[in-house]
């Protein structure tokens, strides 16, 4: 999951709860947790936010995925490739990809920049209810 989808799980965007009811496990990239923290800091409800995703990373389905050696490999060949196409994407979201295709895992996510990824199978929700 991205930070668009927690933020759409924090919401209570019906979709998103189906699907992560339906997943086997939830798993949330190290670099989404730093997209989080940051936003949390900026606002104005910072210590509540934290203690809710606390909550959430504590659940025994949810993962928290770290950036290991061969994530970095997959980062370096996605971003050369979006490069080279002319299609490049924020550097965070090629880290949440990597993590993703590494973990050979669906990345749910409201960002359809995650479409421009070849071989990301993205899940790419609708803002709308």
Known sequence: MDTSAYSG???GHPEVHRLMTAAPGILM???????????FTRGGRRDENL????EFLSRPYVSVALIAR?????????????????TPIGLNDIWIAATAMDADADLL????????VPDLRAIVLSTGR
């Open 9 to 11: 799980f924090r919401g």
């Open 29 to 39: 990239p190290i670099v989404v947790i730093g997209e989080l923290e940051g936003a």
């Open 51 to 54: 203690r809710s995703l606390d």
């Open 70 to 86: 061969s994530v970095a490999a997959r980062y370096g060949s996605i971003w050369a490739r979006l490069r080279s196409s002319g």
């Open 109 to 116: 996510t409201f960002d359809t920049d995650f479409s421009r």
